[in-house]
């Protein structure tokens, strides 16, 4: 297999050693992936022990150095507990704008090496290669190449596991966290598998191991030889066969690409209730400019605008409107979304506001029609596709509307579902866990 081995850590020594020939399917996995986007903006925390999670309430660990996971700290661990853990360690506060845009620079590598991507997560995906011989070199090699260019364009690490299925793939890249390559040929996976403990069985939580570990199920390989009466007993027989499968390493699933998206939203809540227009006007703009950066991101164009208006009583009203021609630029979906508000004409303070983006189209099979509106000025295009190439290169917030930059408006609560998954956002709520 080509690998050194110490308690819990493979690592692949040289992927060139290794016969890859069936292991078209890769795993890779962001390491640490929210503490390496502070890291990267604040290299004085290297080396110590840093953790992301709002102090705020009862706010929840999202990311961790790994020289914070030595004192037991992890995702979802309340920050209070983790604070008691490791007394002094480093706390910042998310800003998931940042890791949604740095989500977006790490899919885009993906990409880059293959359309078959089925991203799980804003900092995993599986990737089939198979195709990629001829063009890019065998397996291994495609995935040292990657996790060069993840460390060399986008200054964070990356762990990789390639086998022949998406199980073992996924299994490789837990083994050779973090910063590693682990390569599982079919003729090894056993000999990999059946020793680790019956936890790393995908599907087997805790509760599970410890009903496994009650009938004296402590290994892989002690199911793989269980018979099939008492597995079944234990954890029911569609579970059964699904882990006597991956027991004996058989999955036959295949990397299944995610569909285009059917349409896009993000919304805000406010801290207090807004009642002053140009207020509402201005955090239209800066979802409308968020928007328009996924769009473009993703290759889409929508030909329809809604926007959505909760009041403090959680009453709600949408409004929506129907382009000429589909677009991707956040002036023509800012101005639609104004148009919309002044329909609704909010006679009372509203709570939250949101836009809607429907109808997506292929960018490249969108039809532009004749505008017999107020034209956009023509270097409009060019000044967002700028723009979105520096917050690829500095980060979300490094260049915008200038109307934004001073903004008064605080959101307590940003909704923004980017691919592959939803995020929630603001500096005091409290963000959903993102196990690591």
Same mark, same amino acid.
């Given at each position: 297999?080509?690998?050194?081995?110490?308690?819990?850590?493979?690592?692949?020594?040289?992927?060139?050693?290794?016969?890859?020939?069936?292991?078209?399917?890769?795993?890779?996995?962001?390491?640490?992936?929210?503490?390496?986007?502070?890291?990267?903006?604040?290299?004085?925390?290297?080396?110590?022990?840093?953790?992301? #999670?709002?102090? *705020?309430?009862? $706010? +929840?660990?999202?990311?961790?150095?790994?020289?914070? !996971? &030595?004192? %037991? =700290?992890?995702?979802?661990?309340?920050?209070?507990?983790?604070?008691?853990?490791?007394?002094?360690?480093?706390?910042?506060?998310?800003?998931?704008?940042?890791?949604?845009?740095?989500?977006?620079?790490?899919?885009?590598?993906?990409?880059?090496?293959?359309?078959?991507?089925?991203?799980?997560?804003?900092?995993?995906?599986?990737?089939?290669?198979?195709?990629?011989?001829?063009?890019?070199?065998?397996?291994?090699?495609?995935?040292?190449?990657?996790?060069?260019?993840?460390?060399?364009?986008?200054?964070?690490?990356?762990?990789?596991?390639?086998?022949?299925?998406?199980?073992?793939?996924?299994?490789?890249?837990?083994?050779?966290?973090?910063?590693?390559?682990?390569?599982?040929?079919?003729?090894?996976?056993?000999?990999?598998?059946?020793?680790? #403990?019956?936890? *790393?069985?995908? $599907? +087997?939580?805790?509760?599970?191991?410890?009903?496994? !570990? &009650?009938? %004296? =199920?402590?290994?892989?390989?002690?199911?793989?030889?269980?018979?099939?009466?008492?597995?079944?007993?234990?954890?029911?027989?569609?579970?059964?066969?699904?882990?006597?499968?991956?027991?004996?390493?058989?999955?036959?699933?295949?990397?299944?690409?995610?569909?285009?998206?059917?349409?896009?939203?993000?919304?805000?809540?406010?801290?207090?209730?807004?009642?002053?227009?140009?207020?509402?006007?201005?955090?239209?703009?800066?979802?409308?400019?968020?928007?328009?950066?996924?769009?473009?991101?993703?290759?889409?164009?929508?030909?329809?605008?809604?926007?959505?208006?909760?009041?403090?009583?959680?009453?709600?009203?949408?409004?929506?409107?129907?382009?000429?021609?589909?677009?991707?630029?956040?002036?023509?979906?800012?101005?639609?979304?104004?148009?919309?508000?002044?329909?609704?004409?909010?006679?009372?303070?509203?709570?939250?506001?949101?836009?809607?983006?429907?109808?997506?189209?292929?960018?490249?099979?969108?039809?532009?029609?004749?505008?017999?509106?107020?034209?956009?000025?023509?270097?409009?295009?060019?000044?967002?596709?700028?723009?979105?190439?520096?917050?690829?290169?500095?980060?979300?917030?490094?260049?915008?509307?200038?109307?934004?930059?001073?903004?008064?408006?605080?959101?307590?609560?940003?909704?923004?579902?980017?691919?592959?998954?939803?995020?929630?956002?603001?500096?005091?709520?409290?963000?959903?866990?993102?196990?690591?």
């Amino acid at each position: 297999m080509g690998t050194s081995t110490g308690a819990s850590r493979r690592v692949t020594a040289d992927p060139g050693l290794v016969d890859d020939a069936e292991c078209t399917i890769l795993h890779a996995d962001m390491d640490a992936f929210f503490a390496a986007v502070e890291l990267r903006r604040r290299p004085e925390l290297a080396g110590r022990p840093m953790m992301v #999670g709002s102090t *705020y309430g009862r $706010g +929840v660990v999202l990311s961790a150095t790994y020289e914070a !996971r &030595r004192y %037991g =700290i992890r995702s979802a661990m309340p920050v209070s507990r983790a604070m008691g853990l490791c007394p002094g360690i480093a706390v910042v506060e998310p800003d998931l704008a940042a890791y949604r845009a740095a989500s977006l620079e790490v899919m885009r590598l993906f990409d880059d090496v293959t359309p078959n991507v089925q991203p799980l997560s804003v900092d995993e995906a599986f990737l089939d290669v198979s195709g990629l011989r001829r063009l890019s070199g065998r397996p291994g090699a495609v995935a040292q190449k990657l996790r060069q260019r993840i460390s060399a364009e986008l200054h964070l690490t990356c762990t990789i596991g390639a086998a022949a299925s998406k199980f073992l793939a996924k299994l490789a890249s837990g083994l050779a966290k973090p910063d590693g390559l682990l390569i599982i040929p079919p003729a090894e996976a056993i000999g990999v598998l059946h020793p680790l #403990g019956v936890q *790393y069985l995908w $599907g +087997v939580g805790p509760k599970t191991a410890d009903s496994l !570990r &009650r009938v %004296g =199920i402590a290994t892989v390989g002690d199911l793989a030889r269980l018979d099939r009466a008492t597995l079944t007993s234990v954890v029911g027989a569609s579970s059964a066969d699904r882990l006597h499968e991956l027991a004996w390493a058989r999955d036959d699933r295949t990397v299944a690409p995610r569909p285009a998206e059917s349409s896009m939203s993000a919304d805000e809540t406010f801290v207090a209730d807004i009642g002053d227009r140009a207020e509402l006007v201005r955090e239209l703009l800066r979802l409308a400019d968020r928007l328009a950066r996924r769009m473009r991101s993703s290759g889409q164009q929508a030909r329809t605008v809604a926007i959505r208006l909760r009041y403090s009583d959680f009453t709600t009203v949408n409004r929506s409107v129907t382009l000429d021609a589909p677009t991707d630029l956040a002036r023509t979906i800012h101005q639609a979304a104004v148009a919309q508000l002044t329909r609704l004409n909010p006679t009372r303070p509203a709570r939250l506001i949101g836009i809607r983006l429907e109808q997506l189209v292929d960018a490249a099979d969108a039809v532009s029609q004749l505008d017999f509106g107020e034209p956009a000025p023509p270097g409009w295009r060019v000044a967002e596709t700028v723009s979105d190439q520096v917050a690829a290169r500095f980060g979300a917030g490094a260049m915008g509307p200038a109307s934004l930059l001073a903004s008064p408006v605080r959101p307590l609560q940003s909704r923004d579902p980017a691919p592959p998954t939803d995020e929630r956002s603001g500096s005091r709520a409290k963000p959903a866990p993102h196990p690591e």
